[in-house]
């Protein structure tokens, strides 16, 4: 009888090690490149090495981190292609999702897209991580309210995947600009969706991603104007 509990230790020490990595690594905490030094990670997250490998595994599956043959461990570098895809998948589903918003989304719903709004800055340098994190949450509020647990599960991993690049994008001198067109459109996009304009919402979303900090950080690194260093 004692097995199953011993799994379920195990397997909750390496969910905090995997969640705890996954967060340093999207926020920049750990910077793309960076070498992991696992056992002062392991003594920083007061564990045993085990569930933080197993947290490492399970993150150089999704691509975050990159491991060699020596079983060395490095958080993986940002790159070109990797954010045009990222790009590419918001700029096809986001929107959908946006349009099935305007068409199913509830009275909680615009409440919740209302609050979100209210905290919603500029996202410039400098508003920093706050303006990201309240853009991230505005964001969310609509396309959670598309009602469909497929989207919202790929557009939330998406967000996070993406979150790095929208850093190198504040990095860029399209990051230091008022930004008052793409903070506009955040409200001109809500009272879209509580209209129920599913074509007006879709197209303005469209429009919005096109004109991202994604896009401005493709474009650094496609090499289309100078990049900042990057790890």
């Given at each position: 009888?004692?097995?199953?509990?011993?799994?379920?230790?195990?397997?909750?020490?390496?969910?905090?090690?995997?969640?705890?990595?996954?967060?340093?690594i999207?926020?920049?905490?750990?910077?793309?490149g960076?070498?992991?030094?696992?056992?002062?990670?392991?003594e920083?997250?007061?564990?045993?090495?085990?569930?933080?490998?197993?947290?490492?595994?399970?993150?150089?599956g999704?691509g975050?981190?990159?491991?060699?043959?020596h079983?060395?461990?490095?958080?993986?570098?940002i790159?070109?292609?990797?954010?045009?895809?990222?790009?590419?998948?918001r700029?096809a589903?986001?929107?959908?999702?946006?349009?099935?918003?305007?068409e199913?989304?509830?009275?909680?719903?615009?409440?919740?897209m209302?609050?979100?709004?209210?905290?919603l800055?500029?996202?410039?340098?400098?508003w920093?991580?706050?303006?990201?994190?309240?853009h991230?949450?505005?964001?969310?509020?609509?396309?959670?309210a598309?009602h469909?647990?497929?989207?919202?599960?790929t557009?939330?991993d998406?967000?996070?995947?993406?979150?790095?690049?929208r850093?190198?994008?504040?990095?860029?001198?399209?990051?230091?600009?008022?930004?008052?067109?793409?903070?506009?459109?955040?409200?001109?996009?809500l009272?879209?969706?509580?209209?129920r304009?599913?074509a007006?919402?879709?197209?303005?979303?469209?429009?919005?991603?096109?004109?991202?900090?994604?896009?401005?950080?493709?474009?650094?690194?496609?090499?289309?104007f100078?990049?900042?260093?990057?790890a």
């Amino acid at each position: 009888m004692t097995s199953p509990q011993v799994t379920n230790v195990f397997s909750s020490k390496s969910d905090v090690a995997y969640a705890e990595l996954r967060r340093l690594i999207l926020s920049g905490g750990l910077p793309a490149g960076s070498r992991l030094s696992q056992y002062e990670l392991a003594e920083q997250m007061r564990m045993s090495i085990t569930p933080l490998r197993e947290a490492i595994r399970r993150l150089s599956g999704e691509g975050l981190i990159e491991l060699d043959n020596h079983r060395d461990a490095r958080v993986s570098s940002i790159g070109a292609d990797e954010a045009r895809q990222l790009f590419e998948v918001r700029l096809a589903l986001e929107p959908a999702a946006v349009a099935l918003a305007a068409e199913r989304r509830t009275d909680d719903d615009i409440a919740v897209m209302r609050r979100t709004l209210a905290d919603l800055v500029p996202v410039t340098r400098e508003w920093g991580e706050d303006g990201l994190c309240a853009h991230s949450a505005f964001h969310r509020a609509l396309y959670v309210a598309a009602h469909n647990d497929v989207m919202i599960k790929t557009l939330d991993d998406l967000w996070a995947k993406s979150d790095r690049y929208r850093r190198l994008g504040l990095m860029l001198p399209a990051g230091d600009e008022p930004r008052m067109i793409d903070f506009n459109q955040h409200h001109q996009m809500l009272e879209l969706v509580v209209d129920r304009d599913a074509a007006g919402a879709q197209a303005l979303a469209r429009l919005h991603i096109e004109n991202s900090l994604t896009a401005s950080a493709i474009e650094a690194l496609e090499g289309q104007f100078p990049a900042p260093e990057i790890a």
